[in-house]
Structures are given as structure tokens and as C-alpha cells.
């Protein structure tokens, strides 16, 4: 991958589609991430500082200080606007629900409430929302529908994950931010490896080998093992239908 070919043809794109759109602003959830600081260095290019907000949503003030560093460094090297929200308050109601939450529920709750904080910004400030997926988690089902999943554009979503530290390092984005191991901050201690079970330098290779070089699966466990490819495939398989609209019943 060329780094900077490819920051160039997403930032015309990402300029291109706000030009048709007829909107100049955009809001954005900057975690302290690898994804949403690329995303940052984008939108800063594309649309200039001046029409570029980022909020950091943290469940508590408290949490995540190292975090809320890392996205400061962001902001403060693109020049873009920035704020803190926290959103424990907007969770918590839902501790009074009759249904009572489960882990799964409460983690999803948390990406439906960023989402919901950052449409509130969107609709006030004639803006539109801009998610940080990569096409890593894309093909991988990898976010929460309705949450992180829901934007009116999508930067990197053509990038996988290892394009996007490539680029990351090109763009010059602090190292600590590019070191640190990728969480969605769906609970305390969550990683996206983790809860995969699979370094994501081989899930990208299994991703590209089975959707864009159409390699069968039983060349692709010889070369990254059953367990491995079961665990990737599988996953892209049972959450296929976040990245379609609801199903019509047809009368």
C-alpha cells in the first residue's frame, strides 16, 4: 500500500461526499484509538479544523485517563475541535429496567449511547456523523449495530486494520497510540484480540484471502490453521447481516 496515495484518494472522497451531501461540519467519537485518530488526520485534511469535532465519551470522567491523553495529542496536532462526554449517566437509567441487563446488553448500550450523543451534536450543529470502522471489523461484524456501526460515512472503510497502523505510522500519529492493543471499551480490560481470539495480522490475511482473493477454506487452514480460520470466518458468517438493512417482509 502506498500511504500516501491512499490518504490522498480517502481524503477526496471523504471531501467529495460532504460536497454532495451540502454539509461542511463533521463530529466524530475520538477514543484514543489507532482508528478514530486516522480518522482524525482525514477529516482535519478533507474539511479543515475549523469544521471538525470530536468528542471522547468515556463511561465515567474517570476512566480511561491514558486514553483520554492519547486522544488529546490528536486533537491538539490536528488543530480540531474537542470536548469530553461522559455518558454514564444516559447508561445507567437502563440499571431500573425490569428486564435486568446482561454484560452483552450493557456493552452494546454503551455504543448506542456515543452514537445517540453524537447525532444529538450532528442535527444541532448541521453536521453529519462519522464512524472510525475499518473494513476489518466491516467484514468481521465486529461493532454494535446501531451504535458504532450507524454514521453517514465511513473514511477507512476500505482499509484493513494493519493498512491502518501502516498509515497511522505515515501520518505521523503518536506511537503510544499505534502500540496500544485495539478495544472497542466495551467493558473494563475488553480487547479486540482478545475477545477474537486472533492476532489481528492473521485475521486480516484470512479476511483478504476468503473475500478478495476468493481462496478456498481449506487453503486458508492450511495456511493459518482450522481453529484459527473457524473462529474468523465464522464470526463474518453469524454477524453478515449487521452490514445489511432489516429484513422486508414482503405482503
Request: with cysteine; charged share 30%.
Amino acid at each position: 500500500m502506498d500511504s500516501k496515495k491512499t490518504f490522498a484518494k480517502i481524503v477526496k472522497g471523504t471531501k467529495d461526499y460532504f460536497k454532495k451531501a451540502g454539509c461542511k461540519k463533521a463530529v466524530f467519537g475520538l477514543s484514543g484509538g489507532i482508528d478514530s485518530a486516522v480518522t482524525a488526520y482525514v477529516l482535519e485534511k478533507a474539511l479543515g479544523p475549523e469544521n471538525v469535532f470530536a468528542l471522547f465519551m468515556p463511561y465515567e470522567v474517570n476512566d480511561s485517563r491514558q486514553d483520554l491523553r492519547d486522544a488529546l495529542k490528536v486533537a491538539a496536532q490536528t488543530q480540531i475541535g474537542f470536548c469530553v462526554f461522559p455518558i454514564k449517566k444516559i447508561c445507567d437509567e437502563f440499571d431500573e429496567t425490569v428486564w435486568m441487563p446482561n454484560r452483552l446488553a450493557k456493552a452494546n448500550l454503551r455504543a448506542r449511547a456515543r452514537m445517540m450523543v453524537l447525532y444529538s451534536f450532528a442535527n444541532s450543529q448541521n453536521a453529519l456523523v462519522v464512524g472510525t470502522s475499518n473494513r476489518t471489523e466491516l467484514l468481521l461484524g465486529y461493532f454494535t449495530k446501531q451504535g458504532d456501526g450507524a454514521c453517514d460515512i465511513m473514511p477507512l472503510a476500505s482499509l484493513y486494520k494493519g493498512e491502518i497502523m501502516k498509515l497511522a505510522g505515515w501520518l505521523g500519529v503518536p506511537k503510544e497510540i499505534i502500540r496500544k492493543k485495539p478495544t472497542a471499551g466495551l467493558w473494563r480490560g475488553q480487547t479486540d484480540e482478545g475477545e477474537i481470539g486472533v492476532k489481528y495480522e492473521v485475521i486480516d490475511e484470512i479476511l483478504r484471502g476468503y473475500f478478495d482473493r476468493k481462496e478456498n477454506i481449506k487453503a486458508l487452514e492450511k495456511k493459518f490453521g482450522k481453529t484459527a480460520v473457524s473462529k474468523v470466518l465464522s464470526r463474518a458468517e453469524k454477524n453478515a447481516h449487521k452490514g445489511k438493512l432489516p429484513f422486508a417482509v414482503e405482503a
